[in-house]
């Protein structure tokens, strides 16, 4: 199945929701297309003919081992290719757009979490104890989850939330850091060295220089670090699952255990629960409680 998904400002819901309202000051321009391509080859007339005279001659003047290893050699390297344009298409990420980010990134993938909506193993020494989202559960979202790929970037390709809740998401990330700019930080992510990030300046949680949360400029998605609680909780309600460098294992992942992907919120309600786990992630991270002004919106 092939097909181009393309972010629009349109909205189609099974149920009536409101979506984020607009102001005239976001003018922050984002035209983003993410796609991810199956392998395929086309071949025209001419490039068949030449392909069957190529395979006749090869097999009378070389040996049929060299035949079938030049055959499979060629087929690893235009899947290679498909893979790496695919991984190109995810856009700017923690890890380089390059050959070598893309090997790297293979090469994580053989540790990546297998099932990421498997909650974090119960841990009794992590602090602060329990989660605080116990305190006020989340509604369950509505509909399927959406799909995602990747690694490093990790982006949904489905489902993309709409602009006027990403601006909103935004205006209430900065307007916090502003008010309690002894507390939190605003800057661009640690981890993914792009995007808005949300950082404590007093974190009791190691992260990446104390950071809460980062949210995408492509997909509208998000990365957090919270409780395993609340990890637990967020996958079992469905709004988003483990990252894939979150398995337990020997190699030395460059990002926590504790890291979750939330997808991105498609209407105001869907934005304050998103709020709602980003206060759970704060409260993680500084071991503190963090309240977001949904004013701002």
């Known amino acids: 199945m092939s097909g181009t998904l393309t972010r629009t400002n349109t909205l189609t819901h099974s149920s009536p929701i409101d979506v984020c309202p607009n102001r005239d000051g976001d003018n922050i321009g984002i035209n983003v297309t993410i796609r991810q391509d199956p392998l395929s080859v086309t071949l025209d007339g001419p490039a068949i003919f030449a392909i069957a005279i190529l395979l006749i001659l090869s097999i009378h003047v070389l040996q049929p081992t060299i ?48 099932d990421p909506f498997n909650p974090l193993p119960a841990d009794p020494d992590v602090q602060p104890a329990t989660g605080i989202l116990r305190k006020k559960r989340l509604p369950y979202r509505c509909g399927l989850r959406p799909k995602v790929v990747g690694i490093a970037p990790q982006r949904q390709v489905d489902q993309f939330g709409s602009r006027e809740c990403y601006l909103a998401l935004r205006r209430i990330i900065e307007n916090h850091g ?34 809460i949360c980062h949210v995408h400029n492509s997909d509208y998605s998000m990365h957090l670090n919270l409780h395993p609680d609340d990890v637990k909780e967020v996958i079992e309600k469905g709004w988003g699952q483990r990252h894939p460098l979150t398995s337990q294992c020997l190699l030395k992942m460059p990002v926590p255990k504790q890291f979750t992907m939330v997808y991105a919120p498609r209407s105001m309600d869907e934005l304050k629960v998103v709020c709602q786990i980003i206060e759970a992630a704060g409260w993680w991270v500084s071991a503190k409680e963090m309240k977001l002004d949904m004013l701002d919106m």
């Open 67 to 114: 035949v079938a290893s030049l055959i499979g050699l060629a087929t690893v390297l235009v899947f290679i290719h498909n893979d790496y344009q695919n991984y190109l298409k995810l856009g700017p990420g923690g890890t380089p757009a390059t050959f070598p980010g893309y090997v790297r990134i293979n090469w994580l993938k053989l540790w990546a979490c297998r």
């Open 178 to 211: 502003s008010r309690n700019s002894e507390e939190v930080g605003v800057g661009t992510s640690c981890f993914e060295k792009h995007g808005l990030g949300l950082f404590a300046r007093y974190p009791f949680n190691k992260t990446c220089q104390g950071e």
